[in-house]
């Protein structure tokens, strides 16, 4: 059985930059600030519930093309390829996510004899 990369005619360069692109999307698609963006790019943990999550996308996509891919062009499996991967700007792991973003917040602090309520701090 052909690899994904060989039904859709891309070579193994082409195929990793596509999968890095998607990834890149992605963590904008999840994230509000560049900040975040980073945290969530550079976790592995979110990297490998990606991965994890994208190949249940491709196993789809093998399964609903294994059928036809010697009877359809490579315009129309690239069609399916984005559609079976397009699912994944519909999920995120929100605990994932919420562990590297939250920050903490401190009732009151004094500074210098002045009671300051309310301040946020970011866990770095």
């Known amino acids: 059985m052909p690899t994904t990369n060989q039904k859709l ?4 360069q082409d195929y990793e930059n596509m999968l890095l692109g998607s990834y890149v999307r992605w963590c904008e698609s ?18 490998k519930w990606y991965i994890a999550e994208y190949a249940k996308c491709e196993t ?3 399964l609903l093309t ?14 399916c ?5 397009y699912k994944m700007f519909n ?14 917040t ?3 602090l004094k500074f210098y ?6 301040l946020t701090f970011n866990l770095n």
């Open 9 to 12: 005619q891309m070579s193994t």
């Open 30 to 47: 999840v994230t509000v600030d560049a900040r975040e963006y980073q945290k969530v790019f550079a976790n592995a943990k979110i990297n």
């Open 60 to 62: 789809e996509f093998n």
């Open 66 to 79: 294994q059928r036809y891919e010697k009877s359809i062009t490579t315009d129309d499996l690239k069609r």
């Open 81 to 85: 390829y984005n559609n079976c991967t």
């Open 91 to 104: 999920q995120k792991p929100s605990i994932l996510i919420q562990e590297i973003t939250t920050t903490s």
């Open 106 to 108: 401190i009732d009151s």
């Open 113 to 118: 004899g002045t009671k300051n309520s309310s």
